[in-house]
């Protein structure tokens, strides 16, 4: 408990980061709520790299009848997917449980309640789960 009194950013999220053998710390999560048009713009950049792979394989005599509609499907599936990532995780902020540096880790993936994180300074892969109690702005 030693960063008390810091000022949370609207909205933030409380959550622990944990690895095995370490005591977890705390964390912040910032949320971002997409508008429709940029959850758009993620699918279509989400489902353009399989189509893309898809275009590609039209020239590979054989294979095309497998792979061509295998990516066009696999694109289709990552679009839908993006398509429902209406809280996308924009900040994480926190203390590594294992080397101590508190540092913003990566983010940019859908708000689920528990997801693994790696530290970039001692490259251990961290475990986040989300509080069961949201801080819920006051
Ligand atoms: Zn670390």
Redesign the pocket.
Known sequence: MSEGGAAKPDGALEASLSVFGAKPSLALVSVTRSSPGERFARAAKGAGIFWAFAAGCVFLPGLHFVLVPTFLLVGAVAGMRHLRDVEVVSRVHGA?P??G?EQDFATGNRLTSTWSLD?P??H?TLTLVLSPTKASAA
Do not use: D, L, Q, S
């Open positions: 590594c294992r080397c540096h530290c300074t001692c251990n």
